[in-house]
């Protein structure tokens, strides 16, 4: 897979285990937690103080209490509800916390501003610099605010990961910059020349970390991927590109707001032309009625390139994985403008054909079991009404796109 010219940091020597849903990723966050002995760096969208939410922080409560230093970065937008309260409880059991972008108070807050689009989506966690989870998955509880038809809930479809080895550097690494980005921005001081201090002091820092972290052997090749509106603008969407366009045999994705842009659009339709099976796993439960009406005006042309759609109807789908040919994708970035275009995000890359065939055989499941599959005839059989509201929630989105200055791109 041709991927040099995009100077992505590969790392060989990584143990890399899939986590499904919360039911597996709670555990091994909570798990993890327990046996800190120096740091815990957590950064996440949502913090829901439900169930789920209220054990994370009796577990960040009893590291503090051990003489950890635990430290958590909230999205202001996505824990607008409930960051006073968590803030509260981490200022008193002594964790350090930030919240990125705060959303404004009182009449500002129906203010629209593209700078309140640019939020921290990214879900990421390391302790003590030697493991590290990155994935899709919110701090809340999977059973919360989902669809039930009668037969009790069920979870939210996501997916994360566990990283250790030398790729937790870069995942460490990407945490701290952030941490004191935004104490510079909180002082006042210009974020230019910040940032190149810190970046100077991550390469020394790089040199002497490094030496501490196993290599596993055999071990899993992999590459994390950024996408900020600084040095990463459009890495993840060109990895997908390349990935794309060398694919020779499957093209698998999982992706909770497909809205992807031209260039994806091409790139997909390219490789089912040239016989590359492509099938895309999409919400099939409106969460979100714009981006999921969006997506399904896009279902005809999909279908007319030899692209199979399959729509997810057990729950809410929350994930932003796939795997193309040998190789897994894993994080919190969706296909769609919001997390391409301004929102930090977090994947992980990984070319080992283990963890691509444990990926591939999950989302298999859910499509024999949980999905139905879209078919040109289902499509004619949804009313002009229905037709037209996915094509007007089409049309809004774009001009949504228009005004972040891309819509060229979409």
Known sequence: MALKKLRLRWYDGNRIELLQNGGQFFPALCAAFDAAQSSIHLETYIFNLDKTGSRVLEHLANACRRGVKVRVVLDGFGCYETVAE???????????????????????????????????????????????????????????????????????????????????????????????????????????????????????????????????????RATLLLRDNLLFRQTIENVYLRAIDAARNEILIANAYFFPGRRLRVALERAARRGVRVRLLLQGRSEYALQFRASRSMYGKLLDDGIEVYEYMASYLHAKVAVIDAAAMVGSSNMDPFSLLLAREANVFVQDEGLASQLTAALEAENRFNATQVTLESLKKRGWLERAVDAAAYFMLRIGVALTGKGSEY
């Open 86 to 220: 968590v803030c509260s409880r981490l200022e008193e059991m002594g964790a350090m916390f930030r919240v990125y972008r705060p959303e404004p108070t009182g009449m500002r807050r129906y203010r629209v501003s593209l700078r309140r689009l640019r939020r921290l989506h990214r879900k990421t966690a390391v302790v003590d610099g030697q493991t590290a989870f990155v994935g899709g998955i919110n701090i809340i509880d999977d059973l919360v605010d989902v669809p039930n038809d009668g037969v009790g809930p069920r979870p939210r479809f996501d997916f994360a990961v566990r990283l250790q080895g030398p790729i937790v550097l870069d995942v460490n690494n990407a945490q701290s910059v952030l941490w004191l980005r935004m104490a510079a921005r909180h002082s006042g001081r210009d974020l230019g020349q910040a940032t190149r201090r810190i970046l100077a002091w991550f390469q020394r820092r790089r040199h002497a970390m490094a030496d501490g972290l196993e290599h596993y052997t055999p071990g899993m």
